[in-house]
């Protein structure tokens, strides 16, 4: 296939400008070959243009990154993937003392660790940071025992990180470098702010739906202890789309070096999790770090990433060797990125995406009643409140994740129940970058009621 660069282009700036999308780049590997394009600027207040080589902020991208260099070390025999975390980590400890025990390092990737997943405290920018905070993670609660559910856990990614300076001797920045980073030839990635200073690197933008937003006052809000789950990592769309193609090429580089078995590949993206939530990412399943797509039976993996008033998406179709990788810095770019990957996979990969979410024409109507009251996790309280058969939810940032956001206060319509699970739509805010935020409403296995949002699971406590 003839990759068509200036059409894509075209739509890329159309799609963007549409969008209220500051600058977004494009990487595109087709037939063995990547393609790069770029639109807008970095900095609304500066005008600094996009260039393909400009750096933007992943994520929970990074994640995956995380997942990748635990399991080298798990191929070198240095670690167990069925081991505790415990026994890899003396002194480990989290407020339930059975979790503490019983925890496992595959739980932890594909997150059923049950670890409340948005603990974040400022543990300092030395090189001690990561092992402040999971000291610190003694009074980490638990939303669920470990294996018993899905719920995604930036936390869990934490302790994998400090898993990895435990047993490389490195930190996890150094670590990241030299065993990944380096080996790829991913020249425009970087983990600290320092380093980014020597790129063209974007800036966040926030401000209300449908308008034009502004520069962020701070670059990144994350402090340098949440690297592993997506606090620091930045790179262009290109080295992202390199990234991939050690996972695609089943785990070699370039130059032919293998830095990965064929059988960890694919144990990277084997169905380890099925997802109550399959909206919030389009996910059907988890792996090994890898969020786990199916587009009419096509097979995909990929990963979303949320900075700084950034957003990345990652999504590789294995079948045809493709992936594509797109950055942005604000704006609706969750509609951008559907918009501009349902046209882009369907000519490339033959793939069909999911139609937008959101709720159905004719609005079903259920008992409200029985989802009213407060769930509450680590770092989020949600309040649900049933009035004249209406649902009204507001979520709130509290504790070290209060300085993210305001409160996000929205009216729920129902969207479709079976199986023990009730969906609702909320409109999209703020992070929930779409036009309909998916609601989920499911019970975890001892009977307790939860609601997913983001992906994450909040135990219903009131």
């Not at 934490?158 to 920045?173: A, C, P, Q, Y």
């Not at 990433?305 to 797109?326: H, K, S």
């Not at 409109?427 to 929930?432: L, R, Y």
């Amino acid at each position: 296939m003839t990759f068509d660069l200036a059409h894509w282009q075209t739509r890329l700036d159309q799609l963007r400008a549409d969008h209220q999308v500051p600058g977004a780049t494009l990487a595109v590997l087709v037939d063995g070959r990547i393609h790069e394009l770029a639109s807008g600027v970095l900095h609304r207040g500066t005008g600094v243009t996009a260039t393909a080589d400009s750096l933007f902020q992943l994520g929970s991208v990074a994640k995956v990154y995380t997942a990748t260099l635990v399991m080298r070390l798990v191929e070198a025999g240095k670690l167990d993937l069925d081991a505790r975390v415990i026994d890899v980590l003396p002194g480990f400890t989290v407020a339930d003392p059975v979790a503490a025990g019983t925890v496992t390092v595959r739980q932890l990737l594909n997150h059923t660790s049950g670890l409340s997943g948005d603990f974040s405290l400022d543990t300092g920018r030395g090189d001690d940071a990561l092992a402040g905070y999971v000291a610190a993670c003694a009074d980490l609660g638990q939303d669920f025992p470990p294996g018993a559910a899905f719920a995604y856990s930036s936390s869990g990614y934490n302790v994998l990180g400090r898993i990895i300076e435990v047993i490389t001797g490195l930190t996890w920045d150094e670590a990241l470098r030299t065993l990944l980073l380096e080996p790829l030839g991913l020249t425009h990635s970087v983990t600290l702010p320092e380093q980014a200073l020597r790129f063209r690197t974007a800036i966040g933008h926030e401000g209300p739906q449908g308008e034009a937003p502004t520069p962020v006052p701070v670059w990144n809000l994350m402090t340098r202890n949440a690297g592993p789950y997506g606090g620091a990592l930045c790179s262009s769309a290109a080295d992202l789309v390199r990234f991939a193609q050690l996972h695609l090429n089943d785990g070699r580089t370039p130059d032919g070096t293998r830095l990965l078995s064929t059988a960890t590949v694919t144990a990277m993206q084997n169905r380890e999790v099925e997802v109550p939530d399959k909206w919030t990412v389009s996910s059907d399943a988890w792996g090994l770090g890898w969020t786990l797509y199916d587009w009419d039976g096509t097979p995909g993996y990929g990963h979303d990433g949320a900075g700084t008033g950034q957003f990345a998406y990652l999504r590789v179709i294995p079948g045809t060797r493709v992936a594509v990788a797109l950055l942005t810095n604000g704006g609706d770019a969750r509609i951008l990125y559907a918009n501009l990957f349902r046209e882009l996979l369907a000519e490339i990969a033959e793939v069909r995406m999911p139609a937008p979410f959101g709720p159905p024409a004719r609005p079903l109507v259920v008992d409200v009643a029985r989802f009213a009251g407060t769930y509450r996790r680590e770092g989020v309280e949600i309040t649900v409140t049933a009035r004249d058969g209406v649902a009204r939810l507001v979520y709130r940032f509290v504790g070290g994740m209060a300085v993210y956001s305001d409160a996000l206060e929205m009216e729920l319509t129902a969207v479709s129940e079976s199986a023990g699970v009730s969906v609702f739509a909320g409109p999209g805010t703020g992070t929930f970058s779409g036009d309909w935020m998916p609601v989920v409403f499911s019970r975890l296995p001892d009977g307790t009621g939860c609601v997913y949002v983001g992906a994450r699971a909040t135990p219903k406590i009131a």
